[in-house]
T-cell receptor, first 113, second 117 residues
Framework: DAGITQSPRHKVTETGTPVTLRCHQT?????MYWYRQDPGHGLRLIHY???????DKGEVSDGYSVSRSKTEDFLLTLESATSSQTSVYFC????????????FGPGTRLTVT | AQKITQTQPGMFVQEKEAVTLDCTYD???????LFWYKQPSSGEMIFLIY??????QNATEGRYSLNFQKARKSANLVISASQLGDSAMYFC??????????????FGPGTSLSVIP
């Protein structure tokens, strides 16, 4: 258990509204990631962070922004939600060590109507 | 260009039989890592096994083994003695670059495995 929580776990929102998803970890891991999962696409990286205030874009970053003001929290914001952003969002951390495998949070199911 | 290919959208296997899930990858890096994750119907992502590009031996973790063929750029997952609890989506993933660097991991589209009693 890598101590990762996500909130909220489920959210329904309307097109055009801002939405913020939170990822919280308890073990001071340096690297954190946001993915979205859609059928037929696996997981696609949205943004990642390699330290406090250090973030970079992934392959599907358009329409999303992130912030990391504390080691333990990584926030994903949809400034103006669209129906194409309906998805399951996963947060992940990399565990320092020989392999740097990623461990995932439980996911947030977001529906944009 | 797709970097991770999983050509089997769905697979069936009889309980207690072995099954191989295919994964091919594309990279020009000499140093990379390959992962397999399991996602049961409950939705969580579970790390199963890892293979480094310089590892000479195929990775094994209990009933899971990774058949790594570097020249063919394939990293197939073999599950021995399938159990009903193995029914899930399985994702192959790759990290390019040195293991000590921060990593971006690319996932394949997944294979849905169903174990038949």
């Amino acid at each position: 258990d890598a101590g990762i929580t996500q909130s909220p776990r489920h959210k329904v929102t309307e097109t055009g509204t801002p939405v913020t998803l939170r990822c919280h970890q308890t073990e001071n891991h340096r690297y954190m990631y946001w993915y979205r999962q859609d059928p037929g696409h696996g997981l696609r990286l949205i943004h990642y962070s390699y330290g406090v205030k250090d973030t970079d874009k992934g392959e599907v970053s358009d329409g999303y922004s992130v912030s990391r003001s504390k080691t333990e929290d990584f926030l994903l914001t949809l400034e103006s939600a669209t129906s194409s952003q309906t998805s399951v969002y996963f947060c992940a951390i990399s565990v320092q060590g020989a392999v740097l495998e990623q461990y995932f949070g439980p996911g947030t199911r977001l529906t944009v109507t | 260009a797709q970097k991770i290919t999983q050509t089997q959208p769905g697979m069936f296997v009889q309980e207690k039989e072995a099954v191989t899930l295919d994964c091919t990858y594309d990279t020009s890096d000499q140093s990379y890592g390959l992962f397999w994750y399991k996602q049961p119907s409950s939705g969580e992502m579970i790390f199963l096994i890892y293979q480094g590009s310089y590892d000479e031996q195929n990775a094994t973790e209990g009933r899971y083994s990774l058949n790594f063929q570097k020249a063919r750029k394939s990293a197939n997952l073999v599950i021995s003695a399938s159990q009903l609890g193995d029914s899930a989506m399985y994702f192959c993933a790759m990290r390019e670059g040195r293991e000590t660097s921060y990593d971006k991991v690319i996932f394949g589209p997944g294979t849905s495995l169903s174990v038949i009693p």
